[in-house]
């Protein structure tokens, strides 16, 4: 009996550890929900979707679908606080204490997405040279992602000088790169986008599904912003003079002026670059991804919410922006130049396809002072109030597109250029052709107030021009850049400025983290 | 080999069980069909040796346990016995037949008792004849704590041989010569007591069980141990203890029972509380302990019915926790659930509660004038939103109200909270068994409604445990749980604009409905209101948001007993969760800022199935004066998680699923994981008073990469009873005095690093553009977001723990007290990546910080056992410091949780090294600025008189510079308080109970960011009345600063004036109860009820703080995996509620 007890108690246990052992699960599991990074990027269908993924960074809250529209505009003189729902970290951009505060969220948000941005184009530029698929399609995709970093760069070196610079993914915990010179990184926007210029196709190059990718004249656009801004007027106008007028591929500015901001009338013969925003009819924008990730993610742009003149109103139109459009009656030309009232909309005005009067009560907040009148101003540009009713309009995120580089600026471009390299005539024809458009048909240079006699004459209608014709299109705060280090202003635009807060202060995330600072 | 043998394979024994079965020994002893037991056969050789000892060597060999009074069979008496492969009926019959000792069998207990010479009084006893002239008979009944008699109790007259036992029924006789007798009574197990006769015929005796004794055992690690030879620290709490207070899971009945475990409060009605076992330990990570039901580890307690608790032991140091090697650093909480009782016997039980929960504090917010005089100061009379021109401001709330929105004073904390809301437990069990088999089995329902609107928790569950005694050699055993619970969860937690926060803000004057709108609310106009708000109530009760989950846990095992010193178990689980959540808006309208134009459907179902084998060889023996106990275990435990969700949209309100949904968007992963080990330890005891052990666990897990898999865990602890010492064994005032040690490496648990932590893959088709404005059907772009750390292994935590148990007056008193150090070399971080890289600060995890806890505990008891009136006090103390040593570089600091609507979006907190993890980072305020010269002299941009004034610190060169900026910034307060402590006080009086129960910490900080929602007038909300004492220029002696749009200042920024003392002293429970005496019961019901205890309690009836907040427990914003950087910052999360309930016990 005992030996039996033994032997059905030894076999038993050893057939518990043998099924054991043979159920012995192999430790070396593998993700099968994703692919690993050394195995993706490998061919241009890949290659082509590591490039959507920059356009998604730049669409993203953190910058053109939010916050970067905010920090351009705070560091301008174009726009004031609307009242009191501006947040306390926004207001504070724009009175001062934020532009010398390394931990300001919103100046945080932007200077992460850009990086996002660059690691995502390096993604593609670092990749590019293994797939060998589809060489064109590899080459215009290569050219897109040089293009967009270039675009983040220009956005750096302009708000925060001196930054960390990339040209190549991040491959090891110690890849953190110390600060390049403005110089440095003036030289590699150049080169990414004169090589982006090179590869990209015009417009007509695309089919119309990819009607939003950047193209050749887009990266001369740019270009030509950028070598201005360096000091180079003659690239500059190079770059900008490659932009072609006519053909397929050609740009000429829209008859009407408002075509630039209103949703029907995207991708018009005078946009060059927009980021593209569509909208499934509700109130949701993608908050939570300051980079719009997410496969079903809101494709919405908030834009019309934050400055809806019914809506939020947290940054309406400066008494400085206001004023500087020509106006009869405050003797500041010999006509009302009407792209005030496309610029802005004020009490009095319709809205709603013209089937509302905006009146105070609609409109929160803080007043302004137009030529000594004190009256409820809110901006108009890429504001969907002008076919929406108020319930809709006032917080209805939208999904106009924002025009990032559009004909008239390359005009005015060219007319600083040439201004610059003193071919006075050449600018104030460049001018003239924006003062033409139909829709704005106002009187050419030179006017009683605006003589062109000198280069300084000519110079104060180029910063005029481009006051009134890119008010809140995030121009301005570059131009006062350029402007300021010229001595081209009497008085200085900006209350708080002083030389300490030219840049903005290198995040605390930054130079607590990246040991190379 | 039928069936005959029994096999004990009880390796849990509590004092309880063993009191249980004693209870019931009469049942067997009338039947006496349990004597299977003495079928056993053993080898014993005995020379002259005492009874006792003959007797101690059979409990060995044969695997049973003797029940008797040693003086009553006269123990010490010496045989000599010579016995081969004999039966335990025919040793038993030789050996005891001719000392004059009868036996019975109960179970596995064996009950002696002296032979009763036949006196026509059967239950008198006359030991010896020359007694007999004894003059006064005393008769009685003896019993124990829970009043059930106790058989076979000695009973002696002091000073003389005289001795009796009680009969089945507890009941004795006895002579005695005179009123100055005393009698003594002894029971194994129990203390002794001794009663003067004094005039008295009848003397009732209840014996206490002596805790100092010998059998006690607790549940560790893969086994169980005789509590007085523990060396290391866990804390052991009984089924009563756990099911004292009205808890949805059992974490919560954990705060403050053990020393050195915290439990915070995380939220609503079925969400998990924050639970820490002797501190942070991770910086990145939650600190989560391993929970071990019955056996099987597991990540949370939800669903778990406390009602089936037999014992919960909270393991916290590195000898006692180690044993699960990679888990272990947070400690180990193992629960071991109830099992039947061999009486052959079915006992039912009840137990329900109902109740009712209200909130306990409100807040002073501005009613509609007040927001009007506040909206005129902050805005400016000018520029005041539209809503306050008059014609606004007087139209009807509503077309068709009489009412005006000026007149309207809706007060949104009433509005949103709800008074007793119900609460109830219910909870019934049968359970009983005899020797073959026994079982315990429950259903249970829990239903709990929040303390505010749509907020609720309810679950149904069932459990039956059962084990069976195939043969001498094997028993088959298992445990099966199933439950199903329905959570209504507030969708806002861990959001920065929670309901609570919304009540807040919601402006006074605006209307809770507005049957016009479809959905019946009314919500504010963002810019016609000027604010933004949303209806609290319509948030919470608009849509619906649910977790649905349906959780099976079961293990079967099978015991193999080769010997009586050497056991095989081999175990397989299996727990199965299904969570589904559901999140369901309509088409809605509240003419505000919240609006739905088609309705929303969003699923998401979690199904994890985690398997476990365990196979398990026990060694346990003695030799001489050693005793050596042994475990081996190979272990895997593998887990398949599949998660799936779905969306889309519905133009209806009538269809609610997905069916026919448009913008139809659906997910699915499936990932796993597998962990491997391999468990030894040593026990070793040298004459009791000696102990030594050790123990290594080799973890292998396939969440590292290759050459990383496996590290090992070791341990080791030492012992030395010191009251088991010749110059203190016969103290009359130290019972117990132990001092122990010991040292152990641990991990922290890997679920709180997913199941892939070392890949950084591409997140492929993870993101969309809309190249052709089109909407998205699924991503067009991917990218990559971090980098892959194929080094990453497991981290290590080394632990010291000194501990010393002291018990006076026969653990009158009890000390049992602690000091620990843990340290971790290298804890794993998610070390911030700086933004330049590109992963938008997205950490990579690496082996690289370095932190330290320590901390020391005390445990002070004291108990009063005999009387009519018992009682016993219990106090608990813990200290704890917390120190950052080192992070990935030196001037490394990760600051977390920034949110603009508190502080303008800075950072909460901060860690960096040499400090404490996560303090908080901001300003030192210091009043108000009164003149414009102070203002100018500031150095804050944007000074007023009015504003706050910072106090300058530091600058770029590290010197105060007169400028107030970032370099300003500092440690502002921690969360970690000073101590915590609890008081519980327990006493019975006849058949009244009283339970008392404080809890308390003391020096934490709480950053009340809701404050700055209330005080810090960043943008026009309603607010605390506290603004309209805003300074003025008439108004300057105030500490609230001038009311001014935009605070250029930044007085809302995070400072000292957001920070709290969140030092509190709460009763958590008091009850009052009363059973209903026995016989009254039993006569009234008919038998049918023999146990019915009844009781009222209340929760949370007052709490002493001077926190201003709704509730000084605040849980952390992040209960996830990931940021948890955020304890102890008050966004406004669900309150504590305070509870009266009324509740029965009941015995059939």
């Given at each position: ?22 159920c012995?699960?192999?430790l ?51 726009v ?16 001062g ?15 992460q ?28 995709l ?36 110390p ?21 990209l ?18 990266a ?14 003659a ?22 002026y408002?075509d ?14 927009e ?16 980079t ?39 003797g ?8 005030y ?12 396809n ?20 004190t ?7 890429f ?8 319930p ?28 610059e390299l ?17 829709s704005?048909?106002?009187p ?8 062109t ?17 890119m008010a ?10 350029r ?22 202060p ?5 130079t607590?983290?990246?040991p190379?600072? | ?11 849990r ?17 009338a039947?006496?069909?349990?004597a ?60 005891l ?10 179970g596995?207990?064996?009950v002696?008792n002296?032979?009763i ?55 004795y ?17 129990f ?21 100092r004794?010998?059998?006690?055992v ?7 141990q005789?509590?007085?030879t523990i ?11 756990v ?34 076992i ?5 910086i ?34 590195a ?11 947070n400690?180990v ?24 929960q ?6 002073d ?7 009007v005089q ?13 809503r306050?021109s ?6 009807p ?12 004073n ?5 509005a ?20 073959v ?40 055993g ?25 009540v ?82 309509p088409?809605?309208n ?57 969306s ?13 949904a448009?913008n ?30 050790g123990?290594?666990r ?8 290759p ?13 030395w ?14 019972s117990?005095?132990?001092l ?6 641990t ?6 690093l ?17 190249f ?16 892959s ?64 806890n320590t ?5 002070l ?28 570089t ?7 949780n ?21 303090y908080?980072y901001?300003w030192?305020?210091?009043g ?35 400028v ?37 910490v003391?020096?934490n900080?709480?950053?009340n ?9 960043p ?8 603004v ?31 920070i ?62 990931g ?8 966004f ?17």
């Amino acid at each position: 009996m005992k030996n039996k007890k033994i032997y059905v108690s030894i076999l038993t246990v050893g057939l518990i550890v043998a099924s054991v052992y043979s159920c012995k699960k192999s430790l070396n599991t593998t993700d099968s929900n994703v692919i690993a990074s050394s195995d993706y990027f490998k061919n241009s269908a890949q290659l082509l979707a590591g490039t959507n993924a920059i356009y998604s960074a730049w669409h993203g809250s953190n910058l053109v679908g939010r916050e970067w529209f905010f920090l351009h505009d705070m560091r301008s003189d174009d726009v004031a606080t609307g009242g009191s729902q501006l947040e306390v970290a926004r207001f504070q951009l724009l009175s001062g204490p934020g532009d010398s505060d390394p931990g300001n969220p919103v100046m945080n948000a932007v200077y992460q997405s850009l990086y996002t941005v660059i690691h995502r184009a390096n993604t593609v530029t670092d990749n590019a040279p293994n797939v060998t698929d589809n060489a064109a399609l590899r080459d215009r995709l290569v050219g897109e992602a040089k293009f967009l970093r270039g675009w983040a760069y220009f956005d750096l070196v302009t708000f925060w000088g001196s930054v960390p610079m990339y040209t190549s993914t991040v491959k090891t915990a110690d890849g953190a790169q110390p600060k390049a010179s403005i110089a440095a990184i003036y030289a590699q926007i150049t080169k990414d986008l004169q090589d982006a210029a090179a590869i990209l196709p015009g417009k007509s190059g695309y089919p119309s599904t990819d009607i939003a990718r950047a193209t050749s004249a887009a990266a001369n656009a740019m270009l030509g912003r950028v070598l201005m801004q360096n000091g180079d007027y003659a690239g500059a106008k190079a770059a900008l003079l490659k932009i072609p007028t006519t053909g397929p591929d050609g740009y000429s500015l829209t008859a009407r002026y408002l075509d630039n901001f209103e949703e029907e009338t995207e991708f018009n013969s005078e946009s060059i670059f927009e980021m593209v925003y569509s909208d499934k009819g509700d109130n949701n924008f993608n908050w939570g991804s300051g980079t719009g990730d997410g496969t079903s993610a809101d494709q919405t742009t908030v834009r019309n919410q934050e400055y809806d003149p019914i809506g939020w109103r947290n940054l309406i139109p400066s008494n400085h922006v206001l004023n500087e459009f020509e106006n009869v009656a405050a003797g500041t030309g010999t006509k009302n130049d009407p792209r005030y009232g496309y610029t802005v909309y004020q009490t009095g005005d319709t809205f709603d396809n013209g089937t509302a009067t905006l009146v105070d009560a609609d409109q929160n907040g803080n007043s302004s002072v137009v030529h000594g009148t004190t009256i409820k101003v809110g901006w108009r540009k890429f504001q969907l109030i002008y076919k929406e009713d108020r319930p809709t309009a006032a917080f209805h995120p939208g999904s106009n597109n924002q025009r990032i580089l559009r004909y008239a600026e390359v005009l005015l471009n060219l007319a600083e250029c040439e201004n610059e390299l003193g071919n006075p005539a050449s600018a104030v024809t460049y001018l003239n052709q924006v003062r033409a458009r139909p829709s704005v048909n106002m009187p050419l240079y030179p006017t009683a107030q605006y003589p062109t006699a000198t280069k300084a004459n000519i110079t104060a209608a180029i910063i005029h021009e481009k006051t009134v014709e890119m008010a809140d299109e995030e121009v301005r705060n570059v131009d006062i850049l350029r402007w300021r280090a010229k001595g081209y202003f009497a008085t200085e635009p900006i209350s708080w400025y002083t030389p300490a807060l030219q840049y903005l202060p290198i995040p605390t995330q930054e130079t607590d983290n990246n040991p190379k600072l | 080999m039928k069936k005959k043998h029994l096999f004990n394979a009880i390796m849990r024994i509590t004092v309880i069980n063993i009191a249980l079965g004693l209870t019931l020994i009469g049942g067997a002893l009338a039947n006496n069909t349990n004597a299977q037991v003495l079928n056993r056969k053993i080898t014993l050789n005995a020379k002259d040796k005492e009874i006792s000892k003959v007797l101690a060597t059979i409990e060995r060999e044969a695997n049973i346990t003797f029940i008797y009074s040693p003086v009553l069979i006269q123990a010490n008496n010496k045989v000599t016995v010579s016995f081969k492969n004999e039966t335990l009926s025919n040793i038993l019959s030789q050996l005891l037949t001719s000392q004059n000792i009868k036996y019975e069998v109960s179970g596995n207990a064996i009950v002696l008792n002296r032979i009763i010479h036949p006196t026509g009084k059967p239950n008198e006893v006359e030991a010896n004849q020359n007694e007999s002239r004894q003059a006064i008979g005393i008769s009685g009944t003896v019993t124990d704590d829970a009043d059930q008699p106790l058989a076979g109790v000695s009973v002696t007259l002091r000073g003389s041989t005289t001795a009796v036992s009680t009969d089945n029924n507890g009941n004795y006789k006895i002579n005695v010569p005179d009123n100055s007798a005393v009698l003594v009574f002894r029971y194994v197990g129990f203390l002794t007591q001794e009663a003067a006769v004094n005039g008295r015929t009848v003397i009732n005796v209840k014996l206490l069980v002596d805790s100092r004794s010998l059998n006690e055992v607790v549940v560790v690690g893969y086994g169980s141990q005789r509590k007085s030879t523990i060396t290391g620290a866990i804390s052991s709490l009984d089924a009563k203890t756990v099911n004292a207070l009205p808890v949805t899971s059992l974490d919560q009945a954990l705060q403050g029972r053990v020393a050195g475990l915290t439990v915070t409060n995380n939220g609503s009605p079925g969400t998990q509380p924050v639970v820490t076992i002797r501190g942070i330990s991770s910086i990145s990570f939650a600190s989560d302990p391993l929970y071990v039901v019955d056996g099987f580890p597991t990540g949370n307690l939800a669903s778990f019915d406390v009602k089936d608790v037999e014992s919960v032991e909270v393991l916290k140091d590195a000898s006692a926790a180690a044993i699960y090697g990679s888990r272990a650093t947070n400690g180990v909480i193992l629960i071991t659930t109830k099992k039947g009782a061999r009486n052959g016997k079915v006992q039912v039980n009840l137990d329900s509660y109902v109740g009712g929960q209200s909130p306990s504090k409100k807040l002073d917010l501005l009613n509609t004038n007040q927001y009007v005089q506040y909206a005129t100061a902050l805005d400016g009379a000018g520029n005041l939103p539209p809503r306050f021109s008059s014609a606004n401001f007087n139209m009807p709330v509503y077309p068709g109200a009489s009412q005006t929105y000026a007149q309207t004073n809706t007060d949104w904390q009433d509005a949103y909270f709800r008074n007793n809301a119900l609460i109830t437990a219910n909870n019934l069990s049968l359970s009983g068994g005899n020797d073959v088999s026994r079982f315990y089995t429950s259903a249970g329902f829990f239903d709990q409604d929040g303390i505010a609107v749509g907020l609720s928790y309810k679950r149904y569950n069932y459990r039956i445990n059962s084990d069976h005694k195939i043969s001498k050699v094997f028993t088959f055993g298992e445990n099966l749980y199933t439950a199903s619970s329905l959570q209504h969860y507030d969708a806002t937690l861990g959001q920065n604009r929670t309901f609570l926060t919304n009540v807040i803000r919601m402006p006074p004057y605006i209307p809770l409905h507005d049957p016009a709108n479809p959905g019946g609310y009314q919500g504010p106009i963002s810019s016609f209101d000027g604010s933004d708000p949303t209806n609290p109530v319509e948030g919470a009760l608009i849509g619906s948001n649910t977790v649905n989950t349906l959780k099976i846990v079961g293990t079967a095992y099978l015991d193999v007993n080769f010997t009586s010193w050497l056991k095989f178990r081999s175990t397989v689980g299996i727990d199965y969760t299904n969570a589904f959540q559901n999140n369901y808006t309509p088409i809605f309208n509240d003419g505000g800022t919240s609006s739905a134009s088609s309705a929303a459907i969003a699923n998401d179902r979690l199904s994890t199935t985690v398997q476990l084998y365990t196979q398990q060889l026990n060694f346990d023996k003695t030799f001489g004066l050693h005793h050596v106990a042994a475990t081996a275990v190979y272990e895997q435990q593998g887990g398949v998680f599949v998660n799936e969700t779905s969306s889309g949209n519905q133009a209806t309100n009538t269809v609610t699923s997905l069916n026919g949904a448009s913008n139809v968007a659906a997910n699915s992963t499936r990932e796993t994981n597998m962990l491997q080990s391999y468990v030894a330890r040593v026990n070793y005891e040298y004459a009791g008073k000696y102990l030594l052990s050790g123990s290594i666990r080799r973890d292998g897990s396939s969440i590292w990469a290759p050459g990383h898999k496996y590290t090992n865990f070791p341990a080791a602890s030492i012992g030395w009873k010191i009251d088991q010492e010749d110059f203190l064994k016969n103290s009359k005032s130290i019972s117990e005095l132990k001092l122990r040690a010991s040292y152990g490496i641990t991990g922290i648990p890997i679920s709180s690093l997913g199941n892939y932590p070392y890949l950084s893959p591409v997140q492929s088709n993870q993101t969309y553009y809309p190249f052709d404005n089109g909407s998205p059907g699924g991503g067009n772009g991917s990218f990559t977001n971090g980098l892959s750390n194929a080094d990453l292994t497991w981290e290590t935590t080394k632990q010291l723990n000194i501990g010393l148990d002291l018990g006076l007056f026969n653990n009158t008193v009890t000390l049992v007290s602690e000091f620990f150090r843990r340290q971790t070399d290298n804890l794993i971080l998610r070390v911030p990546t700086p933004f330049s890289e590109g992963f938008q600060g997205a950490g990579t995890l690496e082996n690289v910080a370095s932190m330290r806890n320590t901390g020391a505990e005390i445990a002070l008891g004291y108990h009063k056992r005999d009387g009519d009136f018992k009682w016993d006090v219990t106090g608990l103390l813990s200290v704890m410091s917390n120190k950052v040593l080192k992070l990935n570089t030196p001037t490394a600091s990760i600051a977390s949780n920034s949110d603009p609507d508190f502080g303008a979006g800075q950072p909460f907190t901060n860690t960096v090294a040499g400090q404490s993890v996560q303090y908080f980072y901001g300003w030192i305020a210091q009043g108000i600025i009164q003149t414009q010269a102070e203002a100018a002299a500031s150095g804050q941009t944007g000074a007023a008189p009015g504003d706050i004034k910072f106090k300058d610190i530091s600058g770029p060169n590290g010197k105060p510079d007169g400028v107030i900026d970032s370099y300003d910034k500092t440690n502002i307060g921690s969360f970690l308080p000073k101590f915590t402590y609890s008081l519980n006080y327990n006493a019975t009086y006849k058949n009244f109970d009283l339970g008392i129960f404080f809890q308390g910490v003391h020096g934490n900080k709480i950053l009340n960011a809701e404050n700055i929602i209330l005080q810090g007038m960043p943008r026009l909300f309603n607010a605390s009345t506290a603004v309209l004492d805003a300074w003025t220029p008439s108004n300057t002696n105030t500490s609230i600063p001038r009311a001014i749009v935009g605070d250029p200042n930044g007085n809302g920024r995070l400072s000292t004036r957001w920070i709290e003392d969140g030092s509190y002293l709460r009763l958590k429970n008091l009850e009052l109860g009363y059973s209903i005496p026995t016989a009254a019961l039993k006569s009234f019901t008919g038998n049918a009820i023999s146990r019915l205890k009844i009781y009222v309690s209340s929760q949370n009836l007052f709490t002493i703080t001077k926190y201003t907040g709704f509730d000084p427990e605040v849980g952390n914003k992040n209960t996830g995996s990931g940021g948890t950087l955020t304890n102890g910052v008050d966004f406004g999360q669900y309150p504590a509620a305070r509870v009266f309930l009324f509740g029965i016990q009941a015995g059939f």
